[in-house]
């Protein structure tokens, strides 16, 4: 079955720390999103791409990076730079516009 | 600009019909979404409008769209307790993205 994969499902990090969130989808999918949801605000655009090899900048890119080297794949990376990046984070992926397929999230916690 | 506005709370009791509702800003929206999350998920896409339509039924739900008043709404019919839920409003921006409103929590009383 097609899908998009999140992993891992919980995660921790220490302070000043780097740690990179997997987002793996295999329904062909051009398109890939990284949202971050913190309580009662919704969901918050991080970066976003539509083909392998370019991304762009959403809302709250600050203290985040990506890469996008293989279409199936689309990793965030938490930097040390973030200095609140205790949150629920969501990747999606779709095609042109017709909606977006979510992963199951991962949460990110700051010990 | 675009922003998405919902109510954040909803009570119902079960049997009864839910109606959800949702404002948008963008005029040029292609498409308008409803998505359902459950606690400690993803996002699951319920239901879309085109936005050439007034209204479009899918089961028990729904979807009424005033594209004068830039307003959306979801009514669920005979809700159960498996609906409980946070719901998502979406509208379609440039370049194929989504802006999401903050949600609305659904809980459905016995």
């Known amino acids: 079955d097609g899908g998009i994969t999140q992993s891992p499902k919980y995660l921790f990090r220490k302070e000043g720390q780097n740690v990179t969130l997997s987002c793996e989808q295999n329904?062909?999918?051009?398109?890939m999103y990284w949202y971050r949801q913190d309580p009662g605000q919704g969901l918050r655009l991080i970066y976003y791409?539509?083909?392998?090899?370019?991304?762009q900048k959403g809302d709250i890119a600050e203290g985040y990076s990506v890469s996008r080297e293989k279409k199936e794949s689309f990793p965030l990376t938490v930097t040390s730079a973030q200095k609140n990046p205790t949150a629920f984070y969501l990747c999606?992926?779709?095609?042109?516009?017709?909606?977006?397929?979510f992963g199951s999230g991962t949460r990110l916690t700051v010990v | 600009g675009e922003d998405v506005e919902q109510s954040l709370f909803l009570s119902v009791r079960e049997g009864d019909s839910s109606v959800i509702n949702c404002t948008y800003t963008?005029?040029?929206?292609?498409?308008l979404y409803w998505y359902k999350q459950e606690p400690g998920a993803g996002l699951q896409l319920l239901t879309y409008?085109?936005?050439?339509?007034d209204m479009k039924q899918d089961q028990r739900l729904t979807v009424l769209l005033n594209k004068k008043d830039k307003h959306l709404s979801l009514r669920i019919a005979d809700t159960q307790t498996g609906d409980s839920a946070i719901y998502f409003c979406?509208?379609?921006?440039?370049?194929?993205?989504?802006?999401f409103g903050a949600g609305t929590t659904v809980t459905v009383r016995a």
């Open positions: 963008d005029s040029s929206s292609t498409y």
């Open positions: 999606a992926s779709s095609r042109t516009d017709y909606g977006y397929t």
């Open positions: 409008i085109f936005s050439n339509m």
């Open positions: 791409s539509q083909i392998v090899n370019d991304f």
């Open positions: 979406a509208e379609s921006i440039r370049d194929y993205k989504l802006s």
């Open positions: 329904l062909n999918h051009d398109a």
